[in-house]
């Protein structure tokens, strides 16, 4: 029994140093993947809460405090300056400027881009080349696409594409964006927008469309449905359900946004007779230097905004199951 014993321990030392081995291995590792991590993480956080977090918190205090002409909170005024930009009347046109916006481009991208997703999904041929096509413009520039806009397309004389159009079949041309009677420029306005942001919707609804099942369509039909406009409204539209939600909020939140069309169609005079509110609320913090104000402005629109998306949410249904 003694050398049994005495045995035994010389065995377990070398076990005891394989374990202590590989709880170090184990926390090398577990040092190495956080370094890792924080290596890959670490700079967006960073990013986040320097230009992200800090300017919002930074607008709050601003809000509630007089700032003219400086970012540094001179004196607290309380609510003052969100009852200011309550009574003002330009505030107040703003808005309805953007539910004038909202009232044309909301309707007409949820048709068009609902409209191109079913005609894209429905060809058997080269269907990631026409996806692709039609996306393409979501890339480009809000700033650059306002420009060809106002100066090649729609430029008030001669020169531009649609008066070029026109007086080749001897109509007078139109001054597309200074023309306060009839509103031309709403026209220019929704077409750009249009065009830069169908294509996101078109991958929405086809994401939507790609997930319905086929054997819907195919006991339908044997029941004695027909393909066309029975089969849309019985089938494919119910089943689109939050896809079409998701369109309309994310169409109507980009409404409130809107800026660079505006900013940069509309300039000089023609500015007043389109100015959305973030353009007003540009003209107040930065050209009129009052950011108390300003922020003040830039925290009631994005409590409408949010207010705004929860009513429509909650009225659509978005979340619950079909």
Partial sequence: MKSLTTSSVP????VREMELSAQKRI??????????????????????????????IWGVILSFADARAT??????VGLQNYITMLTDPDFTHALLVFTIF???????TFACSLGLALLVNSIKFAQSFFRSVFFLPTACSYVLASIIWKMSIFNGSTYGLANAIRHAFGLDIILWISSPNPPW???VLTTVRLWLQIGIYMIIFIAGLQ???????????VDGAKKGWQSFWSITFPLLRNASISVLLLNVIAAFQAFDEFFNIMT??????????LVYLYNVALTGQNYGTGSAGGIILTLIIIIFSLIQGRLLGFGTRD
Avoid: C, M
């Fill in 268 to 277: 000089g005079g023609n500015s007043i007779l389109a100015r959305p509110p």
């Fill in 102 to 108: 909202a009232f044309f481009i909301v309707p007409t």
């Fill in 185 to 187: 420029y709403w026209l």
């Fill in 211 to 221: 997930d319905i099942p086929r054997e819907l369509y195919e006991a339908a039909y």
């Fill in 71 to 76: 970012i540094t909170p001179t004196k607290f």
């Fill in 11 to 14: 065995e377990a030392q070398p």
């Fill in 27 to 56: 926390r090398r590792h577990s040092r190495r993947t956080t370094l890792v991590f924080w290596s890959f993480v670490g700079p967006l956080i960073l990013g986040l809460i320097i230009f992200f977090y800090i300017p919002i």
